[in-house]
Each structure stands twice: as structure tokens, then as C-alpha cells.
């Protein structure tokens, strides 16, 4: 019997089968009108979902795909961004005020730096917000020395700049984050620019000339300067000890950017990551992803998508043509900037449409390939856990390293751990200390943030990569930075 005739037929026993016709007929309309209630309910409700389709039904297309990622990630309300806002002025005062304090520790007269990342910590400056084009061939260049004020003792900061004569009003419209005003010791094209700030040299607070000035530089500092500066009477020293200790502790707006910024990269990743199909490309998930980081103000500046065999070298190098298919081992690491400091996470899982195997048989029934891919996902995630064990304050860099590379060659993978564990982070996606096993003379402080990043990449197989943030602090086990960890390869 079909199912109108099932809805039509009257609900009555046997021994009413009988009754007067006109009861019949009332019971008959009264079902008759269930029914066309029961149908129009059914075609809106299908209405209803045919207009709703692209929220129910898996992306079938790259627009689908954008959508449905961005949209995922949206949906989060980003509470990630809440606790991180731009630099107010008064950090980049205390920032130069502890790297005076850290010149004088360290006996050095001044430290000399030009646009850059570290120009950037301390005056809000990139390379590219000084020349978009490329670095200047004139030298521009902050320079920072200590001011010590006899009655009280403190050390504050007394900053100058050595700048081309008719650049110095440019420089001045910058809008660098200083509370007096700007000084400069301008220099003209013909001039020797390392002469004219020998002679301008005075020591703060001191009326004696310095005929030598020990000055530090960064890693950054292009050769050519650091010869001229070490041609033309000053003692020219590289980045070292106290004063380079300042920019790798964060201060607590610091790490709430660093925190917002790589937390919401990995949200951005897990809202992608379900709104995946099959036959997607890694360039395709690659461009998604960048987008849907840009929906919530969020720029990335590196993305790397690989798929299985393409993985087994830990930054690619392939044309991102490989597709995605059920069994796909699919490792993503990518960075974005917020408030100019960066993020870099990676994630390995598989595709949403390969179905997580939840018994005992129905792991068995799996290929001896896809077993492995699980086993080595979990080795790697040990070897992460063993790392954040040996990341506390006091141990050293290298026994970070050692932590995690243990883990990875006791199960048999120690030639396929290709790089060192992790590196510092913060500005810069990768700056100091980092985090190798011959790294053994450089102690881990409060306030260090650093990336962790075991992996095992087996060629024309795949690769495993897990990459967190943590934050070292005064007693215990670091802090995550990026949210959460991964728990497993279908939910990374």
C-alpha cells in the first residue's frame, strides 16, 4: 500500500467499520486535511533546504570552498583578537629604556641599528616603511645610547638619527612612537656619513669626547656599514648577551598579539580543513586558506601546503599541483602578521571525507600505509609533548632539542627528524635563540616565546609536522599560545 493511501485510510478499528456515513465522512475530510498540511510542510521544508544547500552539503567548488571556510571561521566570533591591540607609545619608550639599561651591562656606548625587524621592535619602522622599493644604499640609522641620570641613578634611553640631509623631514613624518622630539645629525651626499657622526659623538649627560666608541649592531646591519662605521674610528661590536636579550622576552602586549595572532591561525586552518573536497589542489588550499586568514585583519606572508609525498621535504618545493584524494596526508604550515608580529603553525590531518575509523576491526581493515601515517602522526606528537616537558626556565636550548629527538629515534625515525626543533618568535617568524641540540650555552628565560615543531618525513611517502607556540614562564610547563593542541589526524 503506497503512503497516501496509508495517510488517507481512516485509523479505526474493526468494529466501528459500520458507523453512520456521516461520521465517516468527517473522519475522512479531517484526514485529507492532515494530509495537505503534512505535504505543504514537506515542499517548504525542501524549499527551505535548496536554499540553504551551500551551509548542508559538502563545497563543490572553489567560490563553495572560500565561503564555506571563510564563513566557518567567522562563525567563531574570532574571541582570539580580544585581548591584542596595537603598541601604544609609552611600550616602544619602555623597549629603548631597557635596551639602555642592558648597554650598560654589557659596557657598550651605543647600539646602532638600521629599518629593519629590529628597527622595528624599537621605533615601529620596517625596512620596507623606510624604502618600499628596496634597502637604501645611504645609511639611515638609529642610534640608542644610555643616559644615566647621577641623582637617581636610572637609565633611560637617548635616541638619535644619522640620516641623508634631505631625507631627515621624511624621516620626521614616519610618526615614530617617541614622546620628545626628534633629533637628528644630518649628513650631505658628499660627506663620509661615519665621519659626521664620529664627530657629532658626545656621551650623554657628559661633556668628554669618546675617541673610540664601542658601538653593537644587529645581524641585520648591511656589511657595507658596519665596515664604514669600523673604518672611521668606532669599535664595531655583533649582537650579543643583555642587549639582545631585550627583544627576546616579551612583555605582556607582546605576548597577547603573539597569542591572537597564532591561535587565530590555526582556527582559520580547522574552519578550512572541514570545507574540503576531493580533487582540490594544495595551491587551491592554499589560496583559500590566505583568504579566509584575511577575513578576520589577519595577513599572511607564508603559507605551505603539501600533500603526501610532497610533504616528505618539510618546506616543499613542488609546483602545488598534487590533488586531494580520501587518503591524503595533508600538512599545512603558514604564518600571518597581526599588529606587525607573526604567526607559524603547522598542521598534518587527513581530508574531512575520509571516514575516522572508530573500532578495533575497522582500523585493522585499514592499508599498512594509512597505519603508519597514524603511528608516525602520534610519534611526532610525543616528541612535541617531550619538548614542552624540557622547555622551562634554565634548561638550556639544546636540551629542548634533545627532548624531542629522543622520542623520534627510539621509535626508529631519527634519520627522518631533518631539522632542528623550534626557533624563538615574535616580530620576526623565526628570530633568536634557537632551539638545536648544539645550542648549549644559551639559557631559556621567562617571557621567551618559541615555536615547537617536531617532525619525520619519509620520502616518496609523506611527512609529519606539529608546530605550536609556547611561551616559557617562571616555574612549570609552558604556556600554548596557539589555542590548542592538536589531538589527532581528524582533528588537528
Not at 5 to 26: A, C, D, G, H, T
Not at 202 to 224: A, C, H, L, Q
Not at 442 to 470: N, Q
Amino acid at each position: 500500500m503506497d503512503e497516501k493511501r496509508l495517510l488517507l485510510q481512516p485509523n479505526v478499528r474493526v468494529e466501528y467499520r459500520y458507523q453512520i456515513p456521516s461520521i465517516k465522512f468527517k473522519a475522512r475530510q479531517c484526514l485529507l486535511t492532515i494530509f495537505v498540511f503534512t505535504v505543504t510542510c514537506l515542499i517548504l521544508l525542501s524549499s527551505y533546504y535548496e536554499d540553504s544547500s551551500e551551509y548542508s552539503s559538502p563545497p563543490q567548488t572553489i567560490q563553495e570552498f572560500q565561503k564555506c571556510s571563510i564563513n566557518n571561521f567567522l562563525a567563531t566570533g574570532l574571541p582570539f583578537l580580544d585581548s591584542a591591540s596595537p603598541l601604544p607609545v609609552s611600550e616602544f619608550v619602555e623597549r629603548r629604556n631597557n635596551l639602555a639599561v642592558a648597554l650598560v651591562a654589557d659596557g657598550i656606548d651605543a647600539f646602532l641599528v638600521e629599518p629593519g625587524y629590529t628597527f622595528q621592535y624599537y621605533a615601529n619602522i620596517s625596512q620596507k616603511d623606510w624604502e618600499v622599493w628596496e634597502p637604501e644604499e645611504r645609511p639611515f640609522l638609529m642610534v640608542v645610547q644610555p643616559l644615566k641620570n647621577e641623582t637617581s641613578g636610572k637609565v633611560t634611553a637617548a635616541t638619535r638619527f644619522l640620516a641623508p640631509s634631505f631625507e631627515v623631514e621624511r624621516a620626521r613624518l614616519l610618526g615614530m612612537p617617541f614622546v620628545d622630539q626628534l633629533e637628528f645629525v644630518p649628513w650631505e651626499e658628499h660627506w663620509n656619513p661615519y665621519e659626521t657622526l664620529l664627530k657629532s659623538w658626545e656621551t650623554p649627560g657628559s661633556s668628554e669626547k669618546n675617541s673610540k666608541p664601542r658601538i653593537m649592531v644587529d645581524d641585520e646591519m648591511r656589511d657595507f656599514i658596519q665596515r664604514g662605521l669600523g673604518e672611521n674610528g668606532f669599535e664595531v661590536l655583533g649582537l650579543a648577551a643583555e642587549v639582545e636579550r631585550v627583544k627576546q622576552t616579551k612583555t605582556e602586549r607582546e605576548i597577547e598579539i603573539v597569542r591572537a595572532v597564532n591561535t587565530g591561525t590555526v582556527e582559520a586552518v580547522r574552519a578550512m580543513r572541514v570545507c574540503m573536497y576531493p580533487g582540490l589542489t594544495e595551491n587551491e588550499v592554499m589560496e583559500v586558506l590566505d583568504n579566509t586568514l584575511r577575513a578576520a585583519g589577519l595577513e599572511p606572508f607564508f603559507d605551505i601546503v603539501l600533500f603526501d609525498e610532497d610533504a616528505s621535504n618539510p618546506h616543499g618545493g613542488t609546483d602545488g599541483s598534487k590533488v586531494l584524494e580520501a587518503e591524503t596526508f595533508v600538512l599545512i604550515d603558514v604564518g600571518a602578521h597581526l599588529y606587525g608580529y607573526s604567526s607559524d603553525i603547522c598542521r598534518t590531518f587527513f581530508p574531512p571525507f575520509f571516514p575516522k575509523p572508530n573500532t578495533t576491526t575497522e582500523i585493522e581493515a585499514l592499508s599498512p600505509l594509512i597505519r603508519e601515517k597514524l603511528a608516525v602522526w602520534d610519534i611526532v606528537l610525543e616528541a612535541q609533548t617531550q619538548s614542552m616537558h624540557a622547555l622551562h626556565q634554565g634548561n638550556s636550548a639544546a636540551s629542548v632539542d634533545v627532548a624531542a629527538r629522543k622520542v623520534i629515534t627510539d621509535a626508529g625515525y631519527g634519520e627522518a627528524f631533518t631539522h632542528r626543533v623550534g626557533h624563538g618568535i615574535g616580530i620576526k617568524a623565526h628570530e633568536s635563540p634557537y632551539l638545536n641540540k648544539g645550542n648549549v650555552n644559551v639559557t631559556l628565560r621567562a617571557g621567551m616565546t618559541f615555536t615547537s615543531e617536531p617532525g619525520i618525513y619519509l620520502v616518496d611517502k609523506f611527512g609529519v609536522r606539529h608546530e605550536d607556540i609556547l611561551l616559557v614562564r617562571e616555574s612549570g610547563e609552558p604556556e600554548i599560545l596557539t589555542g590548542t593542541r592538536a589531538v589527532g589526524p581528524w582533528d588537528p
